[in-house]
């Protein structure tokens, strides 16, 4: 198994362009996560999904899309790139059975905005 | 709202000196903890975890006991070893069970 697959693995924006950020996990994990990690803040949670076509915003979700379509895909849109949102995105993913399941981690997007 | 509190860091130790990493928490009824860890350029790994007050969660010589009375999770290893070097994350869950919540993570190093 792939586990939890994220790609680019590196990209530079200029502000104002939009992209997407993709992952993809073939656990069949119901719950999926997008965070964001700021040196020295530990990781802020931006939105997170329950299932397929359900989705809520965590703390930070201002800036942001997702979509779940599937169970396997959860992309995170940037529509207008800022500065602010310079920083490396996480995404995660575990399966529903209460508050003691593991998340298990992408390997990490690190995003540039100039 | 839910909080977790980690010693800043770095700590800096020696091969073979012991650890401790302190963790507290503020949260409603009574969430698992976790300790999550972030080797160079990777994402998080789930370390260890506890589920209700009193239980010890081990991994790897790692250790953390779930102290309700202190509101504690501290990570402690007897022996440190340089691939041990990382960041560390203290986190716990919602009361559903939905999301963590993570402290700012403390970064070790460990020399020969």
């Known amino acids: 198994n792939a586990g939890v697959t994220q790609t680019p693995k590196f990209r530079i924006l200029k502000i104002g362009q939009s992209m997407t950020l993709q992952c993809t996990q073939d656990?069949?994990?119901?719950?999926m996560y997008w965070y964001r990690q700021d040196p020295g803040m530990g990781l802020k949670l931006i939105y997170y999904s329950v299932g397929a076509g359900i989705t809520d915003k965590g703390e930070v979700p201002n800036g942001y899309n997702v979509s779940r379509s599937t169970t396997e895909d959860f992309p995170l849109r940037l529509e207008l790139a800022a500065p602010s949102q310079t920083s490396v995105y996480f995404c995660?993913?575990?399966?529903?059975?209460?508050?003691?399941?593991?998340?298990?981690f992408g390997p990490g997007t690190r995003l540039t905005v100039l | 709202g839910d909080s977790v509190t980690q010693m800043e860091g770095p700590v800096t130790l020696s091969e073979e000196a012991f650890l401790t990493i302190n963790c507290t928490y503020t949260a409603t009824g009574y969430p698992s903890l976790f300790w999550y860890v972030q080797y160079p350029g990777e994402g998080l790994q789930l370390l260890l975890k506890?589920?209700?007050?009193?239980d010890k969660g081990s991994n790897k010589g790692f250790e953390a006991t779930y102290r309700k009375e202190t509101t504690s999770f501290h990570l402690e290893k007897g022996s440190v070893q340089v691939s041990d070097s990382a960041v560390y994350f203290c986190a716990l869950s919602d009361r559903r069970g939905s999301t963590l919540t993570f402290g700012k993570g403390t970064m070790l190093l460990v020399s020969p």
């Open positions: 995660a993913s575990r399966q529903a059975g209460g508050s003691t399941d593991t998340q298990y």
């Open positions: 506890a589920t209700k007050a009193d």
């Open positions: 656990m069949n994990h119901n719950y």
